[in-house]
T-cell receptor
């Protein structure tokens, strides 16, 4: 069975701090994709990144970076120099047979 | 840029009413999905469709029904709304038949049943 665990329910940081959001997954598939989505207060889910199971290279996009480690089944997301606009709920997701399996989300609050 | 639309954005309705939540996408995507989400919580798949005239129930049991008569349109209907249906409903679509492609989400409909 597919499962995505985001153990951090809520994180609060002060602006300019770095913050890492954890994601651990379970799957029996040998080929799969992992995603991160951002859900701001407006409610819409915004796609951030997709990573396939064969590509373990870390990725950086501006202040965002992702660390994929297949050996520990983790796909962690780091925001460097956080900003108030980063405040949102962040979801990690895993491809399944029919649709994505989502984690329960991590609410990030960035205080000014 | 993704173009997927949901109406209404907010709906407050009394118990027993029939409602239809609209979802349309202009990207020609084959697969479409409906998720139910309590505020800030996990998303649960309630319906999905591989294409026209194809609909399947998702992981979470739902009293709602869906139809897919046109590629771009995937409405969700509740025949008799109840307070337990109060939630946010998110529509999404993805390209092709594979589940490996990213899903594009609409803005959601926040439903409150009194």
């Amino acid at each position: 069975a597919q499962k995505v665990t985001q153990a951090q329910t809520e994180i609060s940081v002060v602006e300019k701090e770095d913050v890492t959001l954890d994601c651990v997954y379970e799957t029996r598939d040998t080929t799969y994709y992992l995603f991160w989505y951002k859900q701001p207060p407006s409610g819409e889910l915004v796609f951030l990144i997709r990573r396939n199971s064969f590509d373990e290279q870390n990725e950086i996009s501006g202040r965002y970076s992702w660390n994929f480690q297949k050996s520990t089944s983790s796909f962690n997301f780091t925001i460097t120099a956080s900003q108030v606009v980063d405040s949102a709920v962040y979801f990690c997701a895993l491809t399944g047979r029919r649709a994505l399996t989502f984690g329960s989300g991590t609410r990030l609050q960035v205080q000014p | 840029e993704a173009d997927i639309y949901q109406t209404p954005r907010y709906l407050v309705i009394g118990t027993g009413k029939k409602i239809t939540l609209e979802c349309s996408q202009t990207m020609g995507h084959d697969k479409m999905y409906w998720y139910q989400q309590d505020p800030g919580m996990e998303l649960h798949l309630i319906h999905y469709s591989y294409g026209v005239n194809s609909t399947e129930k998702g992981d979470l049991s739902s009293e709602s029904t869906v139809s897919r008569i046109r590629t771009e349109h995937f409405p969700l209907t509740l025949e008799s709304a109840r307070p337990s249906h109060t939630s946010q409903y998110l529509c999404a679509s993805s390209l092709g038949a594979s589940s490996y492609n990213e899903q594009f989400f609409g803005p959601g409909t926040r439903l409150t049943v009194l």
